[in-house]
């Protein structure tokens, strides 16, 4: 039978997940490389004046690095806690989580490129 509907329940999922974001703020060094270079790419198109559809743009690849980054690190946390011994299939596993971060993070590079290039040359 499903839970009736709860305002405190739900708030304390708010909580849960803010607790995950400070957990990744505080002991992922890649996280908060992403996030520092997020808060300067906020603030180069504040100064640039991006237009609303470019807006759209860089927010989407930010929450696309970021997204992906929560992901690998907490891949990376599950396989430590299911395999903390060497296992080339555990190594496999981490291998891809972070490859998908690549993959968000040079489509991001090349969104920023084709955002910003006209604004400077
Ligand atoms: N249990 C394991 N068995 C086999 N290989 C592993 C294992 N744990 C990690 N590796 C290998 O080492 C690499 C780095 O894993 P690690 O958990 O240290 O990530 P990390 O270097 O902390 O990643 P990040 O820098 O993104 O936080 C993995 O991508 C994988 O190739």
Do not use: C, Q
């Amino acid at each position: 039978m499903s839970e009736k509907f709860s305002v405190l329940a739900r708030l304390k999922s708010f909580n849960f997940a803010f607790k995950g974001l400070w957990h990744v703020v505080r002991h992922e060094h890649n996280f908060r490389v992403h996030l520092f270079a997020a808060l300067l790419v906020i603030a180069l198109s504040a100064y640039v004046n991006l237009t609303i559809n470019e807006w759209l743009w860089v927010i989407s690849a930010i929450a696309m690095v970021l997204v992906a980054e929560l992901f690998n690190s907490s891949i990376e946390k599950l396989v430590d806690l299911v395999s903390p011994a060497f296992n080339p299939k555990a190594g496999i596993v981490k291998d891809i989580a972070a490859a998908a971060v690549l993959i968000t993070a040079v489509a991001a590079a090349i969104i920023g490129i084709l955002i910003f290039y006209p604004y400077f040359f």
